[in-house]
């Protein structure tokens, strides 16, 4: 994952030093099902909030994946996963742009209940995860 900022950090901030942070993440499976490998992207964010020491915006849900080459991977199954979502309090969505044309897979009552972002790449993501778009 270092890898991954190390090679967009210069996109993001010119702030971010790989050299004065140490980086510590703990992941863990709340729900017993198992660990996703769907947590680059979120954890990408995550790393960048602790480095620019800057919070992700609280109720938000955080969509889509990336290959570590930062090609981001539109939502599988998005109606499901906003619902998902809804349920664990969610109330702002990052949803890739990959994942539009499957918004009218989403019911109406459903996708309104939401302040959806969307986002074209990794870095786009952050700055709109951490509210400086």
Do not use: W
């Amino acid at each position: 994952m270092l890898m991954v900022i190390r090679g967009n950090k210069k996109n993001i901030s010119g702030v971010i030093s790989l050299n004065n942070n140490d980086f510590l993440m703990h992941v863990q499976d709340l729900q017993g099902i198992g660990m996703t490998p769907q947590l680059t992207l979120a954890a990408f964010i995550a790393l960048c909030s602790g480095a620019l020491k800057k919070p992700v915006l609280s109720q938000l849900a955080v969509l889509g994946s990336m290959s570590i080459g930062g090609t981001i991977n539109k939502v599988e199954e998005l109606a499901s996963t906003l619902q998902v979502c809804f349920d664990a309090g969610a109330k702002k969505v990052l949803l890739p742009m990959a994942s539009a044309v499957e918004i009218n897979t989403v019911p109406p009552e459903l996708f309104a209940k939401f302040q959806i972002s969307f986002y074209q790449s990794p870095e786009d993501a952050v700055f709109k995860a951490l509210g400086v778009e």
